[in-house]
T-cell receptor, first 117, second 114 residues
Framework: GAVVSQHPSWVICKSGTSVKIECRSLDFQATTMFWYRQFPKQSLMLMATSNEGSKATYEQGVEKDKFLINHASLTLSTLTVTSAHPEDSSFYIC?????????????FGPGTRLTVL | GDSVTQMEGPVTLSEEAFLTINCTYTATGYPSLFWYVQYPGEGLQLLLKATKADDKGSNKGFEATYRKETTSFHLEKGSVQVSDSAVYFCALSSGIQGAQKLVFGQGTRLTINP
């Protein structure tokens, strides 16, 4: 149980185009999902907190107009990289929070590798 | 702000060796502490956690103790296996219940040779 999927697992796009990445909790409902970015051999950096039915909360330095987040249902959050540029190439990882009693646990997706040419 | 520092890798050990991966943190308040593991081609998985000082988290033979006095949460295993080869991330959580933001260390790549 507690499986999180991401689609696509990798994508290559041209500079200036937009790319949408989906994050789904397959067997549980998640009020809160998170989006992270990971550079090669570096740690995960939190980009934004995605709450179902409300606007995402972005971390300092993350452009909300560039990284559009939509949390349309309790099992789906999407990250759209708009007008992508080569510097946006990275590994994007989402997580979904499962609440059990008074304990929250984050379950992570396998990640999406974005390459912008 | 909050931060996590892990020992730099990569770490290479022989099967059945003793493992320690150091992790120290800086945080305001009383964070919860976690170790996540990422096997090749897979997402991060929660390995163990501790929510208050002196708690010991354990799973799959791995252990870590929340040491408030040294702000540490070192990961240990007495006898590693080839299947333990993965990247290990130490993390802390801050924020209110239901908005558990994680701050990660840089990750330590572990390779176990038979």
């Amino acid at each position: 149980g507690a499986v999180v999927s991401q689609h696509p697992s990798w994508v290559i796009c041209k500079s200036g185009t937009s790319v949408k990445i989906e994050c789904r909790s397959l067997d549980f409902q998640a009020t809160t999902m998170f989006w992270y970015r990971q550079f090669p051999k570096q740690s995960l950096m939190l980009m934004a907190t995605s709450n179902e039915g409300s606007k995402a909360t972005y971390e300092q330095g993350v452009e909300k107009d560039k990284f559009l987040i939509n949390h349309a249902s309790l099992t789906l959050s999407t990250l759209t990289v708009t007008s992508a540029h080569p510097e946006d190439s990275s590994f994007y990882i989402c997580s979904a929070t499962l609440t059990s009693g008074n304990t929250d646990t984050q379950y992570f997706g396998p990640g999406t590798r974005l390459t912008v040419l | 702000g909050d931060s996590v520092t892990q020992m730099e890798g990569p770490v290479t050990l022989s099967e059945e060796a003793f493992l320690t991966i150091n992790c120290t943190y800086t945080a305001t308040g009383y964070p919860s502490l976690f170790w996540y593991v990422q096997y090749p081609g897979e997402g991060l998985q929660l390995l163990l956690k501790a929510t208050k000082a002196d708690d010991k988290g354990s799973n799959k033979g791995f252990e870590a103790t929340y040491r408030k006095e040294t702000t540490s949460f070192h990961l240990e295993k007495g006898s590693v296996q080839v299947s333990d080869s993965a990247v290990y991330f130490c993390a802390l959580s801050s924020g209110i219940q239901g908005a558990q933001k994680l701050v990660f260390g840089q990750g330590t790549r572990l390779t176990i040779n038979p």
